[in-house]
C-alpha cells in the first residue's frame, strides 16, 4: 500500500482534504512530549502579561485578554504558556499544585514545561519565553 491510513482515510487525503479547505496542518502527527515555543502575538510581545505578586507558587493564572496561562512552579521560576487546550481549543483552568487542567474534558499539563501529564490531549501546551523586569512579567 502507497498511503499510510490515518483514521478512516489516507495521509494523501487527509491532507488534499485539508489543503482545500484552508486548514494548516503542520502540526499533523508531531505530538511530542516537550513542549514548544509559541510564536509571540505581535500585540503582546515586550508587554507585562501579569506582576509577580499576581502568581502564586505552585499554581498561576489565565491571562483571558491574552490567551496565556503563567505560572510559578518554583519560587521566583515563572513559565508562561498558550491557554488554548491542544484537545479540542478550550481555555485551560489557572494552574494548582504544578498542573494546568482544561476543565472542558479533563487533560492535565506539567505547569513546568507545559508537557501532557493525563489525556485526552495529545500535545503539549507552546510555551512563551519570558522575563522579568521588576515586578513585571514580560514575553519576549
Known sequence: M?????????RRRLLG???LAGVGVIGLGACGTR????????????????RTGEIPVGGGKVIDKWKIVVAQPSQGTFKAFTATCTHQG??????????????????????????????????????????????????E
Open 90 to 139: 478550550c481555555t485551560v483552568g489557572s494552574p494548582e499544585d504544578g498542573v494546568i487542567t482544561c476543565p472542558c474534558h479533563g487533560s492535565e499539563f506539567n505547569a513546568t514545561d507545559g508537557s501532557v501529564k493525563q489525556g485526552p490531549a495529545g500535545a503539549p501546551l507552546q510555551e512563551f519565553t519570558v522575563r522579568l523586569q521588576g515586578d513585571g512579567i514580560i514575553v
Open 17 to 19: 482534504t485539508a489543503a
Open 2 to 10: 502507497s498511503e499510510e491510513a490515518v483514521g478512516c482515510c489516507s
Open 35 to 50: 513542549s514548544a515555543k509559541a510564536i509571540v502575538p505581535p500585540a503582546i510581545k515586550g508587554k507585562v502579561i501579569a
